[in-house]
């Protein structure tokens, strides 16, 4: 089994940033993709960003130019470093590893005022 820990999240002001990390532990196939997913009061979960293994990326439209995804292979930890926030960017993150299974961390809550 695979546990993922998210860290980081919060109140912030339009326009801040925030940075969140996710660290997993257990049993961890080296081959993977990690990332985050957010879902908004009232809407479905959606992707924001996940990364590969080897490094390469995705964003969600919405989220590209504003976030990076990074990863630290050594410390099996993804990390999302999130810029020029907006208030349509509140909600409630989740970390999640795709490798020998599908794995959820219990999320963390983003709010950003106007």
């Known amino acids: 089994q695979v546990q993922l820990v998210e860290v980081g999240g919060g109140l912030v002001q339009a326009g801040g940033s925030l940075r969140l990390s996710c660290a997993a532990s257990?049993?961890?196939?080296?081959?993977?993709?990690m990332g985050w997913y957010r879902q908004a009061p009232g809407k479905q979960r959606e992707l924001v960003a996940r990364i590969e293994s080897g490094g390469s990326t995705t964003y969600a439209d919405s989220v590209k130019g504003r976030f990076t995804i990074s990863r630290d292979n050594a410390k099996n930890t993804v990390y999302l470093r999130m810029d020029s926030l907006e208030p349509g960017d509140t909600g409630v993150y989740y970390c999640?590893?795709?490798?020998?299974?599908?794995?959820w961390g219990r999320g963390t809550r983003v709010t950003v005022s106007p």
């Open positions: 999640y590893l795709y490798g020998g299974g599908l794995y």
């Open positions: 257990g049993t961890i196939v080296s081959n993977n993709n």
